[in-house]
């Protein structure tokens, strides 16, 4: 089973609202975990069936997708981060999808929470650290650590707005303290 989350705290306390949302779902240990940044968005009609098809079929433990606008160049697409049709970004993830519908490519580089996919089971070792600025990428350093196996889906493309209108997305980090 898929549990899509999208957690937030007034207080910015991002990891303690993450695992309180995952607490509250009650999951099974095989169940999937996808935490969704407020700022994403799917852009086809059938993208969480790709997601679950892939889920369901592969031996990873944490998985992320390509993004158009994030700081670690290695999810990214290139030539996508200051393009603002979204045209163009659903014309793009159709490309992706119809290219490399379930490809996932091994990495050895931490994994954005923009959108994380990863097992329950990884979950209940690792939670997510409480009160930091950096619990996403101290929850994929841990994990890989750990050796859990972490990729990013090269056919599953979301639109993430991230910080837009700063005139410095990639440093901007006002919204978190």
């Not at 607490?23 to 086809?44: A, F, G, R, T, Y």
């Amino acid at each position: 089973m898929l549990h899509f989350i999208s957690p937030y705290r007034i207080d910015k306390n991002i990891g303690k609202a993450i695992n309180d949302a995952i607490i509250q779902l009650n999951p099974k240990s095989s169940d999937w975990v996808i935490l969704q940044d407020h700022d994403i968005m799917w852009l086809l009609p059938d993208s969480k069936k790709q997601l679950e098809e892939i889920l369901s079929n592969t031996n990873y433990d944490l998985l992320g997708p390509v993004t158009n606008r994030l700081a670690q160049r290695y999810q990214l697409a290139y030539g996508y981060f200051d393009q603002f049709d979204i045209r163009e970004h659903v014309k793009y993830a159709k490309r992706l999808q119809e290219a490399n519908y379930s490809v996932i490519q091994s990495t050895p580089n931490i994994l954005a929470a923009f959108c994380l996919c990863f097992r329950v089971s990884l979950w209940e070792k690792i939670k997510f650290v409480e009160n930091s600025l950096q619990f996403d990428s101290q929850f994929s350093i841990t994990a890989k650590k750990m050796g859990f196996k972490a990729g990013i889906m090269l056919g599953v493309y979301v639109f993430h707005s991230y910080r837009i209108l700063s005139d410095n997305p990639t440093q901007d980090i006002s919204h978190l303290i």
